[in-house]
């Protein structure tokens, strides 16, 4: 432990000693009287200076928590010497808030150890440490006092809340395995296609006995088959446009962990691609275990500053498979990405561009200059809007507050109408 | 904020007990005392705690001023100014510590309360016995002055060690 004196001490001593000389000098008693109290305390001073033995366990009550969610962690002091006061504070990370008293001063019998409960407000999601705890013990009258860090650091992972989603995007494509996913192809399924005539090979099952009658030649059923898909995330992490606590890269997050949490229950496969001053991807894949990757993925999101040139050429081609629906979560603000998610849907992907719009976060200004930046701004956003739709990528405007559902019903709408043509 | 408060009512107590004393040096004793004061609120009010030492220097010094200039007779009131400079001094710092808005249990707040008053009490006894010895008929000379001497120089050397 670091020991600190208190420059008090110091003090007492210069006026003792400047009091004593004083009155030996002039020879008046009062002088020696008036420094006494002054001499006592620098001398109790040092009587008190003994170091502490203070040990502290660091716990939380769990590792894995959900945003709004309370956590509780426990700091727990034991000093076979005791101490007369412990100062103990907890650091915290943005996004973690103690509702009790942090920091808060305890004093600490030699007897009995003494526990400190923090119960914390998960506000934010994101990987986070908690601890080491700062602790400082002083003695009574604070002339001495011993700082540490004490106890290890625990993780604690704050998963975003999932937003509950009535519908997805059905893709465009479907794969080749297995899922909840109607195909548009016809093969063995439940979902009746067409009729058409009997060709060698097919199964006698599928003869469809009423219509031959009726025709008197061999008709068979035709069924769509229930197909997986590919469904690639891409999140846009140049920017994050914020505004206190709330910003477009949380809303972003929120969204990607709803989507994959609904698209894997599905039995989809699902990737994430982060595009941003950092590259990062997870390879599309299906099961529990990529629901925990993608979350783990998603928390460690965050904006890095870049300047460098990147397209979609930067990435492995396995990270967007073909056929994939590229469900695209953005700002638009960075033109890197605009340019990746146009580059992609001119490469054939299918692509959805969902908006997460940074206008709420952004205040206008008050004079006229501001004012009318911000409307060339807003203008600049429709025309590039206006692009995306041109080369038949829906986009929509997802502001906070609204529900994502009504934003996929949107894009469902719009797809309904105006469907890609591929080359 | 009421420890400052306290702190700030002894510290004029003893200024006002030094320059009413002796009428013709109020100015001096008043100025010289304001000017400290104004050191302790500064310190107090901006919580710069490297103003105190400078703040209970200048009301010693009105206070030995005002000795010097009574000239003869002892103030038997000379400890009470010890104990209230030193209380000064104790709630101006344990004011300026709660600027970091520590949440402390009740027991921490009454046991540095407890041993303020402690020390307050032992300081007034250590001065009233500076005095008592000094009244007493042990007679005087060169031996006296000199163990004096040795014993102010044994407490200095430590204060400067300590320094």
């Known amino acids: 432990m670091t020991r600190l004196d208190s420059p008090r001490l110091a003090t007492y001593a210069g006026l003792a000693a400047f009091g004593l000389l004083a009155g030996l000098a002039v020879g008046r008693v009062e002088l020696v009287a008036l420094a006494a109290p002054f001499a006592l305390a ?20 769990r590792e894995r928590a959900l945003e709004g969610d309370d956590v509780h962690v426990t700091v727990e002091l034991a000093s076979p010497t005791g101490a007369d006061r412990v100062d103990v504070f907890l650091p915290l990370q943005e996004g973690l808030r103690a509702d009790g008293g942090n920091p808060r001063a305890v004093a600490l019998s030699a007897e009995a150890p003494r526990t400190l409960e923090y119960p914390l407000r998960c506000e934010r999601w994101g990987a986070f440490t908690v601890g080491p705890v700062y602790v400082r013990v002083s003695d009574r009258l604070d002339f001495h006092s011993w700082e540490a860090r004490l106890g290890r650091a625990q993780p604690l992972r704050v998963y975003p809340s999932v937003e509950m989603l009535r519908a997805l995007l059905e893709p465009l494509d479907t794969q080749v395995f297995v899922g909840n996913q109607l195909s548009r192809s016809r093969g063995d399924g439940i979902e009746f296609a067409d009729i058409r005539e009997y060709a060698p090979g097919d199964r006698v099952r599928n003869i469809n006995w009423h219509a031959s009658a009726r025709r008197g030649q061999l008709l068979v059923n035709d069924q769509h088959p229930e197909r997986n898909t590919d469904v690639v995330l891409f999140l846009d992490t140049f920017t994050d446009v914020r505004a206190g606590s709330h910003g477009t890269l949380d809303l972003t997050v929120r969204a990607a962990a709803s989507l994959a949490h609904l698209y894997l229950e599905r039995k989809d496969r699902v990737g994430v691609v982060s595009f941003g001053g950092y590259v990062s991807w997870l390879l599309p894949k299906s099961g529990t275990r990529q629901l925990y990757q993608i979350v783990d993925s998603l928390l460690q999101t965050g904006v890095v500053l870049s300047f460098a040139a990147k397209g979609i050429d930067v990435l492995p081609p396995r990270s967007l498979p073909p056929k994939a629906l590229v469900l695209a979560l953005s700002p638009l603000l960075d033109a890197r990405s605009a340019a990746a998610l146009l580059d992609l849907r001119a490469r054939g992907f299918d692509l959805v561009v969902v908006e997460v719009s940074p206008v709420p976060f952004v205040h206008p200004g008050s004079s006229e200059l501001d004012l009318l930046s911000y409307r060339l701004w807003r203008l600049s956003r429709e025309a590039l809007r ?12 997802w502001t906070e507050g609204e529900a994502l559902n009504v934003v996929l019903e949107e894009v469902t709408a719009f797809r309904r109408y105006a469907r890609p043509v591929r080359a | 904020m009421t420890l400052a408060a306290v702190s700030a009512a002894l510290y004029a107590a003893v200024v006002v007990y030094a320059a009413t004393r002796k009428p013709p040096i109020a100015v001096v004793a008043i100025g010289l005392g304001a000017i400290g004061g104004l050191l302790l609120l500064t310190a107090l009010v901006r919580r710069v705690d490297e103003l105190l030492p400078a703040s209970l220097a200048f009301v010693g010094i009105v206070y030995a001023i005002e000795i010097l200039a009574r000239g003869s007779g002892v103030d038997d009131r ?3 100014v010890g104990v209230a400079l030193l209380l000064c001094a104790e709630l101006a710092t344990w004011s300026l510590d709660e600027r970091w808005s520590i949440k402390a249990e009740r027991a921490v707040v009454v046991a540095r309360a407890t041993a303020v008053a402690a020390l307050a009490l032992a300081g007034l006894g250590v001065g009233a016995l500076v005095l008592a010895l000094a009244a007493a008929p042990i007679g005087g000379g060169l031996l006296w002055t000199v163990l004096g001497a040795a014993a102010t120089l044994l407490v200095v050397a430590i204060a400067a060690r300590r320094i």
């Open chain 1, 42 to 61: 620098a001398a109790v001073g040092r009587v008190l200076a003994r170091d502490p033995q203070l040990e502290a366990t660091l716990t939380v009550d």
């Open chain 2, 78 to 80: 000379a400890p009470l």
């Open chain 1, 386 to 397: 206006a692009r995306y739709e041109q080369a038949g990528v829906p986009v929509v405007e």
